[in-house]
């Protein structure tokens, strides 16, 4: 009987204490993780390839190379010479074509006629070694007995120094030796093989 009460009596001491240091321990946090990047910090990996989307495109429809577009979360800032203020809001429009662009800064300006002389210069320059460009890389490829024969189209770009192939070919081996002879005519610039192959031509 004794020994009952002494068990009992233990059972209910060790309560009160359990109960007693629960109370008194201090509560466990989790160690706070990093805060998240602010978000001027983060940057959205397609801007850089909009702006040179729009710098294309200003430079195939208003002939001007010395413009720059720089992209922030879609809004895009134009800045440069061009030769008149028509030329001002075209650029505009013209920026707000490119998907993915849904506002602009237009800080452009109208050049100095001098500098409109030189620019024009510069740009007859440019389309006359783009020419040479097409006429060198063409006669390369009509020149190789299997691939004179196919329909492979030579387009240059001379803002971004890319001849790009388009057309079909019959294999994967007359892909590849185009892309080569491409390279061999135009090796100061880059090509872009978008040839497609077919097996029947």
Same mark, same amino acid.
């Given at each position: $009987? ?13 309560c ?5 240091a ?10 706070? %993780? ?16 909009? *702006?040179?989307? !729009?710098?294309? /495109?200003?430079?195939? @429809? ?8 720089? +992209?922030?979360? *879609?809004?895009?800032?134009?800045? *440069? $010479? !061009?030769? %008149? ?8 429009? /013209? ?19 001098? &500098?409109?002389?030189? &620019?024009?210069?510069?740009? &007859? !320059? ?5 020419? @040479?460009?097409e ?31 388009? *057309? ?18 135009y ?9 497609? +192959?077919?097996?029947?031509?």
């Open positions: $009987m004794r020994r009952q009460q002494d068990l009992q009596l233990f059972l209910l001491v060790s009160v204490v359990a109960a007693f629960s109370a008194q321990a201090p509560e466990l946090t989790p160690p706070a %993780s990093d805060p998240p990047a602010p978000a001027s910090e983060r940057v959205n990996a397609s801007d850089a390839q909009l *702006g040179l989307e !729009v710098q294309v /495109l200003l430079f195939q @429809e208003l002939g001007v190379s010395n413009l720059s577009a720089i +992209v922030r979360y *879609g809004v895009v800032t134009l800045d *440069g $010479m !061009v030769r %008149s203020e028509d030329d001002i809001k075209r650029a505009e429009t /013209l920026a707000l074509q490119v998907r993915g662009v849904h506002g602009v800064v237009n800080e452009l300006s109208v050049a100095h006629p001098l &500098a409109v002389a030189v &620019a024009d210069e510069a740009a &007859a !320059v440019r389309e006359r070694e783009g020419a @040479e460009i006429t060198s890389v063409t006669a390369r490829l009509n020149s190789d007995a299997v691939l004179g024969s196919r329909p492979i189209r030579v387009v240059v770009d001379e803002l971004t120094n890319t001849v790009t192939l388009t *057309g079909n070919v019959a294999t994967d081996e007359e892909k590849r030796r185009a892309g080569l002879l491409a390279v061999e005519a090796p100061a610039g880059q090509v872009r093989n978008q040839l497609e +192959v077919r097996q029947r031509l």
